[in-house]
């Protein structure tokens, strides 16, 4: 059974910086990709931040410059640095990932429980 934990979410003012963090545990073979996506109140989920095992990172165009997705294979654990934060970044914030739970499996998705992140003065 694949778990992803998410942690690290807060209040914060504008311009501040918070950084989420997010653990895989229980049975995993490989991991595709890690990301973090979020989903804003009356609005629809949407990517925030991915990253692939090889270190190859994308960004929605809202958070370019500011959010950054790190993560550490090893361990099974990715984070997201956030900083120059905005009201508009407020919104619960979801790990993803793309990962095969053993041998001969195919991949499947897997989410965290999400965590909230709230921007304002």
């Known amino acids: 059974q694949v778990q992803l934990v998410e942690s690290g979410g807060g209040l914060v003012q504008p311009g501040g910086s918070l950084r989420l963090s997010c653990a895989a545990s229980?049975?995993?073979?490989?991991?595709?990709?890690m990301a973090w996506f979020r989903q804003a109140p009356g609005k629809q989920r949407e990517l925030v931040a991915r990253?692939?095992?090889?270190?190859?990172?994308n960004y929605a165009d809202s958070v370019k410059g500011r959010f950054t997705i790190f993560r550490d294979i090893a361990k099974k654990t990715w984070s997201l640095q956030m900083n120059s934060l905005k009201p508009e970044d407020t919104a619960v914030y979801y790990c993803n990932a793309d990962l095969v739970a053993a041998p001969g499996e195919y991949e499947n998705d897997y989410w965290g429980q999400g965590t909230q992140v709230t921007v304002s003065s």
């Open positions: 990253i692939t095992s090889g270190g190859s990172a």
């Open positions: 229980g049975n995993i073979f490989n991991i595709i990709y």
